[in-house]
């Protein structure tokens, strides 16, 4: 392999455009909290009536996003940089990209397992169950608001006085909120995998749009990745069912995925005259988080979206012909457009 010209030390970054390099910072975060925000905000607005039908596009259409980003934005990229020349020959024997992209799978299915058995657990002591996979009549699937639970506590007895029933009120109360605690939890562990998979690769990228030579494509191309990509977020966060204390959580997770892309950018303005995207450490750093993120976003798609959403959702399941291609189509649009930027960035 020739490597004349080849630069694999610190420096290198593009200081043209540096006014639109700047400026690039505000406009993609308009363009990420947008659309994150978006879908959150509009779920909760009672002045604005959205149709179902447009949150049910942007929930599908950004399930596509997901799963677009994860194989054409991360592990791809993620292949690419562990396979620089810049580094050296043990890590080209080897396919260490995909290897952390299956340890990545593992890792979170094995968190999962536990979170799921740990709230089983809470959950049969309280004498409840619930239905992971959505298969009891008029169920859903457990990973997300739709998570349905089952009481194997016999109904009270009509025979009870009224201080009877005052006195158990407390307990039934207290045990609603164990299981609801177990929800909670529940919900906002799939988010949380989600959205940190897609917070590190948000913000590489913005480490390297600062300091990218072919700036002016490369911004235009991440304006729309960053803002579908903020829609397939936002529209998972649009549809968490948590208590009134927690409702900072859609918002705040939308925010910070809003947040990422822009200090990316600004930190590599701030450090552009030393950092060099194709450097050796850049290279090891950006390609093992990428192979990592691609791992989440792919389990995250397969098995909470593709799986549960379709597979083991009893509504979707039930749904009408029209409903199905109407759902699978905006996926497929999503997954499409993310695939077509990923020729450009």
Same mark, same amino acid.
């Given at each position: ?21 700047? $400026?690039? @910072?505000?406009?993609?975060? +308009? ?34 996003? @997901?799963?677009? /980003?994860?194989?054409? =934005? ?18 080209? &024997?080897?396919?260490?990209? *995909? ?5 990545? !799978?593992?890792?979170?299915? @094995?968190?999962? *397992? ?9 959950? $049969? ?11 009891? *009549?008029?169920?859903?699937?457990? =990973? ?39 929800? !909670? ?9 989600? &959205?940190?998979?897609?917070?590190? =690769?948000?913000?590489?990228? %913005?480490?390297?749009? $600062? ?10 191309? *991440? ?5 579908? &990509? %903020?829609? %397939?977020? %936002?529209?998972?966060? $649009? ?15 939308? +925010? ?24 050796? /450490?850049?290279?090891? /750093? ?9 791992? !989440?976003?792919?389990? /995250? ?23 199905? @291609? ?20």
């Amino acid at each position: 392999m020739d490597t004349a010209g080849l630069n694999c030390g610190s420096g290198g970054g593009s200081d043209a455009n540096l006014n639109l390099r700047v $400026a690039s @910072i505000f406009v993609i975060l +308009v363009g990420s909290c947008s659309g994150a925000l978006f879908p959150v905000l509009a779920k909760r607005s009672p002045w604005l009536h959205v149709p179902k039908s447009v949150f049910d596009f942007a929930k599908y259409f950004g399930s596509g996003v @997901i799963i677009g /980003t994860a194989f054409i =934005h991360l592990l791809s990229p993620g292949l690419d940089a562990l396979s620089s020349p810049c580094l050296a020959a043990p890590w080209h &024997e080897y396919p260490y990209a *995909l290897a952390l992209c299956l340890l990545s !799978i593992f890792a979170i299915f @094995i968190i999962e *397992l536990i979170a799921f058995r740990w709230g089983t657990f809470k959950l $049969a002591r309280l004498g409840k169950t619930h239905d992971a996979h959505g298969h009891s *009549l008029g169920s859903h699937a457990a =990973h997300g608001p739709e998570a349905t639970f089952n009481s194997t506590l016999p109904p009270p007895s009509k025979t009870h006085s009224n201080a009877s029933d005052t006195e158990s009120a407390p307990r039934i109360e207290h045990e609603h909120d164990h299981e609801f605690e177990d929800t !909670i939890s529940t919900q906002i562990i799939g988010i949380g995998i989600l &959205e940190f998979g897609v917070v590190l =690769h948000s913000f590489l990228i %913005g480490l390297t749009l $600062a300091v990218a030579q072919n700036f002016k494509v490369l911004f235009v191309v *991440l304006v729309f990745h960053q803002t579908f &990509e %903020g829609l %397939g977020i %936002g529209s998972r966060l $649009a549809y968490l069912e948590l208590p009134r204390r927690f409702h900072w959580v859609p918002i705040g997770g939308a +925010v910070l995925y809003g947040l990422t892309t822009p200090i990316g950018v600004a930190v590599g303005l701030g450090v552009r005259t030393s950092y060099n995207p194709g450097s050796t /450490t850049a290279s090891i /750093t950006s390609g093992v988080f990428d192979s990592l993120s691609a791992g !989440i976003l792919i389990y /995250t798609g397969l098995v909470e979206l593709f799986a549960h959403e379709f597979l083991f959702n009893k509504e979707m399941m039930n749904a009408s012909n029209g409903k199905l @291609i109407y759902a699978v189509g905006s996926m497929c649009l999503g997954c499409a457009l993310m695939a077509l930027l990923g020729k450009w960035a």
